[in-house]
């Protein structure tokens, strides 16, 4: 449920220069401005779409209990109920800093159209000219939606252990706007008898266990996609205390929630999550093409002295009158540039680059670093050279190199990770050792086409060293 609507819109930020040079005038004004999620607030689920899940639940209830595979053998009649963790969750190996925000809550007033009462007794919700009020919460991907769908970046995880009792798979997982698609999804019953519904994932991505099987909290169910009644990659997640005869329920708990009196969750978030979603080095603008064209970040982590680079800036909920402080920091920890932004209007997720050229002086790893509401987020990038060094170090040793398949790490240090760069600076691999002491490690390097990499080692006490890795 997306529209992809990016507003250019240039506001002024003041530089306060720490070192001895001043950004020229032009570079105050940065572009981006806001990206607007849903903004046709398509319905998730047709009517029709409900009863027809709601009676998958209760047939495979009944089939389930038949066979005597029933875990949990009746509905919530009160007393404790089950609390949810959040669903969403990053997958290993992406850098940013989170990866969602919130488009629209339950929509509590059941009038309609254009008639909203959120649980806060907001209107961050929204209902259609057919009747439908919104049933659940759409948390959506950002920055760069469609790309990380693509490549199984947000991955969808039990809010809470569960059987699963409705799963579907299949359906054309790239909608963009409003349409009778059934979507991919897995429906998990509770110990208390209730039901989350988790819908619009990825086609092919659904977990393998099947209908009857348990899951843990935290497990693994799917990709975010946009699947059904959909207009870009979301979750909505949607939660019953009982099935028959179903009672819906807000996993929020605030002034207006007419459904329920107490939170579902464990630790319930708040109405608005401010946050520094990521912040990237681009060698060119990003790009936004219309639904579902796949987005261009044009991420680069690799520069010459003399380029243009484009630093750029990935809010979630930023909230006017406030300011994020920019830092660019040299190889020597002297600043380039330390300046606030100020944000002048409420936006759910937005976007902002500046860029800079002839003002790097220095070779070496710069950092781009910001820091909001108490929160700092840093960005390493490389300008010059990735400080190879040859010849193996003391305490590090990598071969074969040239490698064909298996790279092998020998340390007297314990590691953390390891990332493989290609020659522009783009980061191909992560590896995570996972707490291994070592003094040997593997990587599996046999999806690299032939040709040269940069292999980054990173130490777990924070050192650094990065060696040049041919690939035959």
Known sequence: M??????LLLSLASIVPISSQTPDPAYLQPEGGPYVFNETHETCLTEDQRQL???SIKQNIALLRQDNKLATDHNRLGGAHILFSWPIKKADGLDYNDVWSISGYLDHN???????TDYNCGTKTYDTAAGYNH???????????????????????AAAAGQIIYKNDGQYDRSCSFNN???????????????????HMKNGSLTTKSVGDMVAEGEFLGIVGSSGNSTGPHLHFEVYSQIDPDILIDPYTGSCNSLNPDTWWIDQKGYANPNINALLTHNTPP?????PT???PNESTQFELDDTIYFGLYMRDQVAGTSINLKIIKPNNTYLYNWFFDFTANYTSSWWYWYFTGVFDMEGTWKWEATYQGDTVTHEFVIGTLGVNENALEHIAVFPNPVKDIVNINSKLPLEQAVIYDVSGKK?????FNGNEGPHYSINTGSLSEGMYFLSVYSEDGQKEVFKLMKR
């Open 135 to 157: 049933a659940g919460v759409d948390i959506y991907t950002w920055p760069f939606g469609w790309k990380m769908m693509d490549n199984d970046e947000v991955e969808i995880i």
């Open 287 to 291: 790009v936004f093409p219309a639904c």
């Open 294 to 296: 796949t987005e261009t």
């Open 2 to 7: 997306k529209t992809t609507t990016l507003t």
């Open 181 to 199: 698609n059934v979507w991919n999804a897995v429906y998990v019953q509770h110990a208390d008898g209730s039901v989350a519904l988790y819908g």
């Open 53 to 55: 899940a709601l009676q």
């Open 110 to 116: 059941t009038a309609y159209p254009s008639q909203l």
């Open 428 to 432: 191909i691999m992560k590896i995570s």
